[in-house]
């Protein structure tokens, strides 16, 4: 059948958002409340486990205060609607970089008329901070969003991209999900699609990794100068993510 459509994760695969946009967001959401706490990179590495910026939150308070009784839904909303405007001037300020590579293939997957989507965890509120830091281009390839209030159940929850399929009226091997987390190869795969993974330079190498699940995990989809590193699947023959290449791990998946 080969490939007919790309869904996108955001947060980590579209553009490195957690750390220098999301995690920075929280720490002033926190100084704006007047609390202590400000999450260096190993405790948001630590929470990044949770999906969902309410649920992180609601965790991290629980934790830390040490009581029985639920954190009040009041707490968390004021919490998050900080930090959700927070975000949203990191991100419209176009400090926050699209990954390697993700502008070119964005741009090669619009010019062949492959439709292309958004499936995140986030806000519709972040996600469309982010595209207006960038340029038109990259905003109008993407041809609908499925955000976490569209959802009931939140990646690792296969519902996100169940939907994105209903809408696109294909099957799931004609469709290639992207991803960088294990909630979302655990949500692609939920709803039988393909995965490719983009882990980031310095992906934790154990003995036996949790991408060897995926049709493939590269650390970045090539940039000029910087070929990508296959560490998992078919080898890139040109040294960077092809629309070629990704119709081979479909074929395969």
């Known amino acids: 059948m080969g490939l007919k459509a790309l869904l996108w994760d955001v947060d980590g695969t579209l553009a490195e958002t957690e750390f220098h946009g999301h995690r920075r967001a929280f720490n002033e959401a926190f100084a704006e409340a007047g609390l202590p706490w400000r999450w260096d990179g190993a405790t948001y590495g630590r929470l990044l486990r949770i999906s969902g910026g309410r649920e992180r939150i609601r965790h991290f308070l629980s934790e830390q205060e040490g009581t029985a009784t639920p954190v009040a839904a009041e707490r968390v909303d004021a919490l998050m609607a900080a930090k959700q405007m927070a975000y949203a001037r990191l991100a419209r ?4 970089p699209l990954r390697p590579g993700v502008r070119r293939l964005v741009a090669e997957a619009a010019a062949e008329g492959l439709p292309q989507a958004l499936v995140t965890t986030s806000s519709r509120s972040a ?23 569209d959802v009931s159940a939140k990646k690792p929850s296969p519902e996100g991209y169940q939907t994105a399929l209903d809408r696109l009226q294909l099957s799931a091997c004609e469709v290639l999900a992207l991803e960088d987390s294990p909630q979302g190869l655990i949500a692609a795969k939920g709803a039988s699609l393909p995965c490719l993974l983009t882990l980031g330079e310095q992906p934790d190498r154990q003995a036996t990794p949790w991408w060897v699940g995926a049709a493939a995990a590269v650390n970045h989809l090539g940039a000029q100068q910087t070929p990508t590193e296959v560490l998992h699947g078919p080898p890139c023959q040109e040294g960077r993510v092809t629309l070629s290449w990704l119709g081979t791990l479909v074929e395969e998946g």
């Open 127 to 149: 996600v469309a901070a982010l595209p207006e830091g960038q340029d038109a281009e990259l905003a109008e390839a993407f041809s609908f969003w499925i955000c976490g209030e």
């Open 93 to 96: 300020s176009g400090v926050l």
